[in-house]
């Protein structure tokens, strides 16, 4: 798994830094800089750094969804469907009420009360999902094939 963060690394510092957007060069600079190279010092003294690119993945916004391309691309997309599972990684576990309500919703699921839909927008779903999708590079290979496949990449990507 820290592999796969790793690429999502380097395919987002590349993107981010490569890539036409309408940022002029300072603001990308800052950008990158803020995501790529802070640091600070731990409990321990130790300099350890990533605490933005955590937050990023914390609230599922990695790439921010304030970063554009001058032309559309299939890229960001991608980006972000591979930063996704790291909510997961970096958030909290669901609670046990949370547990228990995501249980109670798939019964009404099974029972037909309720429409699948129901269960994705639950903290217990996203963090399973997650969790599931950390444990292989299956689904990773996987998405960046179907991106691949999608229409819209511009001739230059």
């Known amino acids: 798994e ?3 963060e790793s690429f999502v690394h380097v395919l987002g510092w590349t993107v981010l ?7 002029d060069r300072y603001e990308r600079a800052d950008l990158v800089s803020y995501l790529y190279d802070h640091s ?3 409990t321990t003294g130790r300099e350890r750094g990533g605490r933005a690119k955590e937050l990023q993945f914390k609230a599922g916004d ?4 304030y970063f554009t391309l001058t032309e559309p691309s299939p ?3 991608l980006m972000r469907d591979l930063a996704s599972p790291f909510q997961a990684l970096y958030s ?4 046990d009420a949370e547990w228990e309500t995501f249980e109670y919703i798939i019964t009404l699921v099974s029972n037909g009360q309720l429409r699948e839909e129901a269960l994705y927008c639950q903290t217990a779903h996203r963090y399973q999902l997650g969790i599931h999708r950390l444990s292989s590079s ?9 991106a691949l ?3 819209g990449w511009p001739a230059k990507d």
Not at 62 to 65: D, E, G, Q
Not at 92 to 95: C, E, G
Not at 139 to 145: A, E, R, V
């Open 2 to 4: 820290d592999d796969i």
């Open 40 to 42: 600070f010092r731990d």
């Open 138 to 146: 299956e689904w990773f290979l996987s998405t960046i094939q179907d």
């Open 75 to 77: 890229i960001l997309e």
């Open 62 to 65: 990695y790439p921010s969804k």
């Open 17 to 23: 830094s490569f890539l036409p957007s309408p940022m």
């Open 92 to 95: 909290k576990a669901p609670t």
């Open 149 to 151: 496949e999608r229409p």
